[in-house]
């Protein structure tokens, strides 16, 4: 806190949408007026190429960073991000933070199949009880990047 309050900024690098990051930086300014939140916005993608960059170039500019686990693991593999024990860490259940103190999730993304019951059989249907690759799947879009997601959905239907 003390070298964003001699910057008197802090740069946040993430993928949220503006009204996300606004509702953040809303609460963040009203503990933290003395202190400018800015928003770098980009795709995961994009923005692992500028984190990585910097790091090459030895060129920090970001002080926090929100990506999705994945992409997150990724810098901590490379050595680029370092550990932070927030105070409000033993409020969240361990399934939302790293093991080594790296990250905590601020928020989680909860994805739900459905299906019709009239058009498919999921009891006698092979598809959704084994599905194979590419049977049953749903693709995220992030920008220029996609992430391709197979659900395994034995444990319900099997």
Not at 43 to 63: G, Q
Request: proline residues 4%; positive net charge.
């Amino acid at each position: 806190m003390e070298g964003a309050k001699k910057e008197g900024e802090l740069l946040l690098y993430s993928s949220w949408s503006v009204q996300e990051a606004e509702k953040m930086f809303n609460k963040f300014q009203e503990k933290y007026p003395f202190i400018k939140a800015v928003l770098y916005r980009g795709t995961s993608e994009s923005l692992l190429t500028r984190i990585v960059a910097e790091d090459r170039s030895k060129k920090y500019l970001f002080d926090v960073v929100s990506l999705p686990t994945l992409t997150i693991e990724v810098l901590k593999r490379a050595n680029i991000i370092g550990k932070y024990i927030s105070p409000q860490e033993k409020y969240f259940p361990e399934i939302f933070k790293d093991s080594e103190g790296y990250w905590i999730a601020a928020y989680y993304m909860l994805n739900v199949m459905a299906y019709n019951t009239k058009l498919v059989a999921p009891r006698t249907s092979p598809n959704l009880r084994r599905p194979s690759r590419g049977q049953v799947e749903r693709q995220y879009r992030d920008g220029q990047g996609s992430l391709l997601l197979v659900c395994r959905c034995r444990q319900n239907h099997g």
